[in-house]
Each structure stands twice: as C-alpha cells, then as structure tokens.
C-alpha cells in the first residue's frame, strides 16, 4: 500500500530551524520526483520546493530560497526540508507530494497538479 507521512513540524520561534522528513513505502520512491507544498489558514496551497528523482535538480518558491533546502536519500524512501531562518508567514500546514509520472522535470515551478500522492502533512508554526 503507497503511503507518505510526514513528520518534524512543531512550534518554533522566528529565526529558528525546522527539518521536515517524508518518508515512502509501498513504492520506489527513487523514481519520482517529490515536492513539498504548503497551506495556511485562508491561503491557496502554495509549492514550496521540488526534487527531481536522483536529487540533482531542486526547484524553490522565492519565498523560501536561501532559507529552505530539499534532499532526499533514495536508499532510505526519505525526502527532506530543511527550514532555516523561519518566518511567522511560513506557519502552515507543510504536504510532501510524489509525481505522477516517474522522473519527470519541471524546469520552473513545482506545478501541483503534477503530483499525484499526497501525504496527510504536518503543522508548522513559527511565532513567537
């Protein structure tokens, strides 16, 4: 059964770090490409960064470049966010999202319709 959950959200004060895990089982995950997608309160859902399927190619919303980094360890069914220098703007719901179609490239932009598993996502909020 395909499945990805992610973990590591909680509360943390601005400036602080967070690192976010999705893990995969029930399929290779190291023949998709991933992303990560965000939902606030209100707000439309928002791609955040995306992975290629060997991890050479990364894609990042300018809001969150020089702060968040995306990885992963294909060995482990793993895809990461790393998020540094975190904001009050980016408090959400974070959702890691595996391709559709097996390693497939976007040169720009993380397009969500593109994704076709989703996990249930974890609350991140940054305040104070």
């Known amino acids: 059964q395909l499945q990805l959950v992610e973990s590591g959200g909680g509360l943390v004060q601005p400036g602080g770090s967070l690192r976010l895990s999705c893990a995969a089982s029930?399929?290779?995950?190291?023949?998709?490409?991933v992303g990560w997608f965000r939902q606030a309160p209100g707000k439309e859902r928002e791609g955040v960064s995306c992975?290629?399927?060997?991890?050479?190619?990364?894609n990042y919303a300018d809001s969150v470049k020089g702060r968040f980094t995306i990885s992963r360890d294909n060995a482990k069914s793993t895809v990461y966010l790393q998020m540094n220098d975190l904001k009050p703007e980016d408090t959400a719901v974070y959702y890691c999202?595996?391709?559709?179609?097996?390693?497939?490239?976007?040169?720009?932009?993380?397009?969500?319709?593109?994704?076709?598993?989703w996990g249930q996502g974890t609350q991140v909020t940054v305040s104070s």
């Open positions: 992975i290629n399927s060997r991890g050479g190619y990364t």
């Open positions: 999202a595996v391709d559709r179609v097996q390693q497939r490239w976007f040169t720009s932009g993380c397009p969500a319709t593109a994704y076709g598993y």
């Open positions: 029930g399929f290779t995950l190291g023949y998709y490409g």
